[in-house]
């Protein structure tokens, strides 16, 4: 395949998932007083396991951490999940506003988007028993997609932050499971390939802040977990390409530890999310074999 073409299938499925009208969800909830500080919760359509009440999944949009790209973009895979048969609920999060040098919005706000993540998390059991009171809390399973990605495979890994860290957890994060789709996984590789026009770099406050920052915020610093986790990988993505997954699941096996990497085959970046897609079925059978 030549690299227009690439590229074009790559613009095509990018159009696919952004261009589809957002799903509403059942409720919303705030765990903070910023207007981004919110959870939307989807309540299951379907019996999608052995029976019981239905697992969590926590979803974490992508968007490269920059403000243009909000939850709403991931609305129809959060609704997806819910006619699969699992609870959902879609967490917001503070994001980057201003303009970086080019004139797109700076990746990310340090140390904001972490402060929400994390709290968003530590929120989720109390939020689901008031607004999924057909969902088992302890069956959480944390997904997300590119830049969402990297902030699911953070927020099962906060229990080995520096002791300074004001993120840091004294034991496990009590999930079932981590699904990263094709998620910024290794900062170092990313930024080396120049991902997302440099947002690792940018989320940690560019040049200053990148190597100060990075065993506070690099996942691939942060091993093991001890948390089952699976990487889900267009080996076809241009957006996030395969070798950052693959650092990633490098730094796993070095810790000791087993990630899962599933590469699929013509597979861009943005079928993981879309549910027109073959893909995303994919997904959702990963995020069942933890969950259930």
Do not use: N
Not at 275 to 289: H, L, M, R
Request: net charge negative.
């Amino acid at each position: 395949m030549t690299d227009d073409v690439a590229a074009a299938r790559a613009a095509a499925e990018e159009e696919s998932v952004l261009s589809r009208p957002p799903v509403d969800p059942d409720a919303t909830a705030a765990y903070g007083d910023d207007p981004d500080q919110l959870i939307d919760f989807y309540v299951p359509r379907a019996t999608g396991g052995p029976g019981g009440p239905a697992p969590v999944v926590a979803v974490l949009h992508g968007g490269a951490w920059r403000a243009p790209y909000d939850r709403r973009h991931i609305s129809p895979f959060a609704g997806f999940l819910a006619r699969r048969g699992f609870a959902v609920a879609s967490i917001e999060y503070r994001r980057g506003a201003g303009e970086a040098g080019g004139g797109d919005p700076v990746a990310g706000r340090w140390p904001d988007t972490f402060d929400d993540v994390a709290a968003a998390l530590d929120a989720l059991p109390e939020l689901v028993r008031q607004h999924l009171p057909q969902a088992d809390p302890r069956r959480t399973v944390v997904t997300g997609h590119s830049a969402g990605g990297h902030l699911a495979l953070w927020s099962a890994a906060r229990h080995l932050l520096p002791a300074d860290a004001p993120w840091r957890t004294d034991r496990p994060a009590p999930l079932r499971g981590v699904v990263a789709l094709a998620p910024i996984a290794d900062f170092a590789v990313a930024d080396k390939l120049g991902v997302c026009e440099g947002a690792a770099r940018q989320l940690l406050g560019g040049d200053d802040g990148f190597a100060e920052r990075r065993p506070y915020a690099d996942p691939a610093l942060l091993l093991p977990t001890g948390i089952a986790t699976t990487l889900v990988q267009g080996r076809a993505d241009l957006d996030v390409p395969l070798p950052v997954a693959e650092a990633y699941t490098d730094a796993a096996a070095k810790a000791g530890e087993v990630v899962g990497l599933t590469l699929l085959e013509d597979v861009g970046h943005f079928p993981l999310i879309d549910p027109a897609a073959d893909a995303c079925a994919v997904v959702a059978e990963e995020i069942a074999q933890l969950a259930w």
